[in-house]
Structures are given as C-alpha cells and as structure tokens.
C-alpha cells in the first residue's frame, strides 16, 4: 500500500475521515511550513527553544497530507518555532529530525486553513499588532462563513419537513443571532489584563482602528444649516439603505424598506422560523440606527 493510500484509504483515512487526528512520527525534512502562517519567528526563539527540546524533547505539531513538487509530503498548521528548532538540531546532528505530529484533513479553503493556523497559535504572546492582525483575519474568515450559511439558508427553504430542515440547520458556521463582533470575541478568546476576556465592543475597536494607532477618518465637517433638510432626508435614505443591504445579507430573504414601512417576503413558516432566528439578537443591525440617531441628537 503507497503512502497516500495509507493516509487516506487505510487504518490513517478512516480515522481522518471521521474528523479524528491521527498521531504519527514524522521526519522534519518530509514538512514544509504553511505560507499563510503571518506570526513573527524570532531566532532567539527558536535556539531557545531547540536548547529545551535538546534537554526535554519535543511537543507535538499539526500537520495536513499534501504532496508538492518539492517532495515533502506534509504542510505544518501549527508549530512552526517548534519545527524551525528541530530542523536546527538535526542539521547541527544534535536530533535525529523526528516530530511528533497530529494529522489532520486538509482545509477545504484557504480561509479555514488561516483560522486553524489562529487557533493553533492562542497560547503565544500577542502584541496589540498582532491582536489586529488576528481580529482582521478572523473577519474575513467571518464573512466566508456567512456564506455557507447563505448557502446553507437557501437549502432549508427548500426543506420539505421540520426533521429535514433540522438537519440542516445542525451544519451552521455561526449561531443564528450572533453579531460578528461577539463571534470573533468568542473565536480569539483574547484575555485583558483584568483577567476578563475580549468583548464584542473592543474586537469593533480592534477593527475600526482605536486600538491600533490607525489613524482615524476625520468627521466630516457640517453643512449650512439651510441645506440641513436636504441632507437630513439623504441621510435618511443612506441609513434605509444600509438596513435593507444588512437584513438581505443575514436573511437571504425578499426585503423592502421605506421610511415607515418593512416587508420581509418567505417562502413558508419553516422560512419565518429561519429569518427569525436570524433577527434575533442581531446587535449589528441595531448598531446602524443607533448610530445614526445619536449622530442626528449631537447636531
């Protein structure tokens, strides 16, 4: 049996293919690091560190199956100081090159590769820089599970029974109801200083920029005030809109919005069930009208 039919077809692949990591030694010249890993590798880190495993040996990786043209046979998710140290002692004939690893099935995008190389990296040290970083990252991986959702939405309208729609409601990303910023809290677990973890309002500072240094966009300076009805009423519409675009994209459902009316169309109560459970709690939505609002009151 060749490698790759024992990594995927063998004792190795039912494992894998039941979503259970299978443990394995393996040759750190047969790994090659991940391109999407954006965490700084400090030298002195990695001696340090090599120094330890010398002493203490070495703590287990994560590594996906993947052949390459380079002729290694797996790439690391996480673990990297690890690896860049064990490769210095083998070169220097101070360790035989074995790495203790975890295998896992290969991300199906690279967006879920990115956030597997974040949650291997939670116990690391983390500048503000890299909290951003993290936080911006983890957005991105936000908004492409959303779509999976929408996705997801399209085929539980088309469930025919409760049972079915149910099934499928068990394979979403994110839990109807959850605000992008709470999801990305919850995904960084972030700790403060207090000893509390990270909460939605600061993750949406992270991401605006206040926590960054990132210079801020400077407010728009106001119009004369004989132009305030105007602006008023265009303000108004932008707002309406903004809404409408939000309630689409969490929905996916038919959506009509004027000053003083809100249709929501669907397709049948297990529909209304979903757009429902949808609305729920859905602190961004709010934030767009309050927003607006308390701007308006500090004119």
């Known amino acids: 049996m060749s490698m790759i039919d024992e990594i995927y077809g063998g004792t190795v692949g039912t494992q894998m293919a039941s979503n259970k990591p299978v443990f394995e030694l393996i040759h750190v010249n047969d790994i090659r690091p991940n391109?999407?890993?954006?965490?700084?590798?400090?030298?002195?880190?990695?001696?340090?560190?090599?120094?330890?495993?010398?002493?203490?040996?070495?703590?287990?990786?994560?590594v996906y199956y993947q052949e390459d043209s380079d002729g290694k046979h797996y790439t690391l998710i996480g673990g990297e100081t690890r690896y860049r140290a064990l490769l210095l002692l083998y070169n220097e004939g101070r360790h035989d090159?074995?790495?203790?690893?975890?295998?896992?099935?290969?991300?199906?995008?690279?967006?879920?590769?990115?956030?597997?190389?974040?949650?291997?990296?939670?116990?690391?040290?983390?500048?503000?820089?890299?909290?951003r970083v993290i936080i911006q990252n983890y957005e991105k991986v936000y908004e492409h599970y959303k779509q999976k959702d929408k996705e997801l939405d399209r085929q539980i309208k088309s469930a025919e029974n409760p049972l079915q729609a149910e099934l499928l409601e068990e394979k979403r990303c994110i839990q109807k109801g959850t605000s992008k910023r709470d999801w990305i809290a919850t995904k960084t677990?972030?700790?403060n200083r207090d000893g509390t973890n990270i909460s939605g309002?600061?993750?949406?500072?992270?991401?605006?920029?206040?926590?960054?240094?990132?210079?801020?966009?400077?407010?728009?300076?106001?119009?004369?005030?004989?132009k305030a009805t105007s602006e008023s009423t265009n303000a108004i519409k932008e707002v309406l809109k903004a809404v409408k675009q939000h309630l689409v994209d969490?929905?996916?459902?038919?959506?009509?919005?004027?000053?003083?009316?809100?249709?929501?169309?669907?397709?049948?109560?297990?529909?209304?069930?979903?757009?429902?459970?949808a609305l729920k709690d859905d602190e961004e939505l709010n934030h767009i009208t309050s927003s607006f609002i308390r701007a308006e009151r500090s004119k």
Do not use: C, W
Not at 36 to 61: M, P
Not at 208 to 213: D, I, L, N, P, Q
């Open 35 to 62: 391109k999407l890993n954006f965490f700084h590798i400090y030298d002195e880190e990695v001696q340090a560190l090599a120094n330890e495993i010398e002493r203490e040996n070495v703590n287990n990786g994560r």
């Open 189 to 191: 677990n972030f700790i």
């Open 97 to 131: 090159g074995m790495f203790p690893m975890y295998i896992v099935r290969k991300p199906e995008s690279e967006v879920e590769e990115l956030s597997m190389i974040m949650g291997d990296n939670h116990q690391r040290y983390l500048s503000e820089e890299d909290k």
């Open 201 to 226: 309002r600061q993750v949406q500072k992270y991401l605006t920029g206040e926590f960054s240094g990132k210079e801020q966009k400077k407010e728009p300076a106001k119009k004369p005030k004989e």
């Open 250 to 277: 969490v929905t996916d459902a038919g959506i009509n919005i004027t000053e003083k009316k809100l249709t929501i169309t669907y397709a049948n109560i297990y529909d209304l069930d979903r757009i429902l459970g």
